[in-house]
């Protein structure tokens, strides 16, 4: 399993993460894409990887392309809560949910979207 961080979640957390040694595979946009690349452009490369997302984006099944990319590609991605918050509470929320993301990406089929609450529980999004 990997576990993409889009831009919105910027290069801090997951290069932590990968320096903690996540169990997850950890990747980030930056790694893979510009930076202005739009998101129903990179989207349709994550789902045939076969990723999920990790983002604060809380828009991407509001977007008519990109919830199209989402849908035809079967991506998996999460929201995590607090966008307007600190990196660090946004890392703690990660850290919180981070077994129910894993389990949520095993066991759901895709695509879906879930939004990971601040206590760290999932609530799967209408797509």
């Known amino acids: 399993m990997i576990l993409f961080f889009d ?32 998101d129903d452009i ?4 994550i789902g045939r990887w076969g990723w999920f997302v990790i983002g604060q984006d809380y828009s991407y099944h509001k977007n008519p392309s990109e919830l199209a990319a989402i ?16 990196r660090w509470e946004s890392m703690r929320v990660f850290a919180r949910g981070y077994d129910n993301i894993v389990q949520r990406a095993n ?3 895709r695509p879906f979207v879930f939004i990971v609450q601040k206590h760290g529980g999932c609530t799967e999004l209408p797509i």
């Open 7 to 38: 831009r919105s979640l910027g290069i801090e957390i997951p290069q932590s993460l990968k320096r903690l040694k996540c169990p997850t595979e950890i990747t980030y946009h930056q790694e893979h894409f510009a930076s202005d690349l739009h």
């Open 107 to 109: 066991i759901t089929p």
């Open 71 to 86: 849908k035809q590609h079967g991506i998996g991605a999460f929201y995590l809560w607090g966008a307007e918050a600190p």
């Open 42 to 45: 990179w989207l349709p490369d």
